[in-house]
């Protein structure tokens, strides 16, 4: 597989930042993940992280090389994701249980398979134009199928941040799944949490993506988002990936597995780290950092197969 890849998060207006990126990649299959957390003092993060973290071990177990079933997969990890959450918030005795978004995509063979739960989103560009994206799971997408809002009038709408559909909440989750998709050189996969999309059309993301490499591009869309979203902005999280590389030149995050052992795999997430409290609200100490991990490791080794 040759591909380029690039993720970036940011914290945006808020106190602490709830999304939580990575991809994982083995000799001939890549996954990439996205999940936007939600719940409050630190517990929204630890869904983030635990569903990320979980699907990307569930990967590395799964994937000899590749995914016997990539849909099947998809759908396994995230109904994993959830039920880890769920036994997360009885042994910590959560009044409300944290919940979170999802959105992942692999790719082996020149096919791509992708699920996700909640708004978080995945486009598909090819020239720059888009060839799909997920639907949301949300009030403001029910609201505009049904014909009774505006596509524009969705940015805005007062509901535009209530979803229907996410892990860790009363009601398992109803994964959405892809068709089995061919992908070409050139093509690119954005991955995104509602923070990005939110504050960009798709012109302007098929633009940004079609004109730079894409350690220019994610950060060009993350500037450009972040200042649209300005003091209240929502985190902000995307991975991105153009399958073969993109132009002539090899840009920075440009992978070739030719040389991978069948049996390895490189995988980028990022750790769970103290956020800074809300105003009013305890702050998360180190104790705090080290029994939520042991939690996501127990939950990683408790549904991980």
């Known amino acids: 597989m040759k591909f380029s890849i690039y ?48 699907i990307a071990e569930m990967f590395q177990k799964q994937a000899r090389p590749t995914l016997r079933d990539p849909l099947f997969f998809l759908d396994q990890a995230m109904h994993a994701g959830h039920e880890a959450i769920c036994d997360y918030s009885v042994d910590n005795e959560l009044l409300e249980s944290p919940r979170t978004t999802c959105v992942a995509a692999v790719i082996q063979r020149d096919m791509v398979y992708w699920a996700h739960v909640g708004d978080s ?24 199928d049904q014909g009774r809002i505006t596509e524009a009038e969705m940015a805005t709408h007062p509901e535009r941040n209530k979803i229907y559909n996410c892990l860790g909440g009363m009601i398992p989750p109803d994964v959405e799944l892809s068709r089995r998709t061919s992908i070409e050189a050139g093509d690119i996969l954005l991955l995104c949490s509602d923070g990005l999309w939110g504050s960009l059309s798709v012109n302007e993301i098929g633009s940004i993506l079609n004109t730079y490499p894409l350690d220019q591009a994610i950060p060009e869309l993350m500037d450009h988002a972040e200042f649209r979203g300005g003091q209240d902005g929502d985190n902000l999280s995307a991975i991105a990936m153009t399958w073969g590389g993109q132009g002539s030149s090899q840009p920075a ?17 990022d750790v769970l780290h103290a956020p800074r409290p809300a105003v009013g609200e305890a702050p998360v100490t180190d104790d705090d950092i080290e029994k939520a991990i042991a939690e996501i490791q127990s939950a990683i080794k408790k549904f991980s197969k």
């Open 121 to 144: 989103r995945l486009y598909f560009f090819r020239h720059g134009r888009l060839v799909t994206r997920t639907q949301d799971h949300s009030r403001v997408q029910q609201l505009f």
């Open 7 to 54: 993720q970036s998060s940011r914290q945006g207006g808020r106190k602490y930042n709830q999304d939580r990126v990575a991809y994982s990649y083995s000799k001939e299959s890549l996954l990439m993940v996205v999940a936007d957390g939600m719940g409050g003092h630190f517990h929204g993060e630890i869904a983030a992280q635990m569903t990320v973290q979980l």
């Open 253 to 269: 995050g440009g992978v070739s597995t030719e040389m991978m052992p069948l049996d390895s795999f490189t995988t980028q997430l």
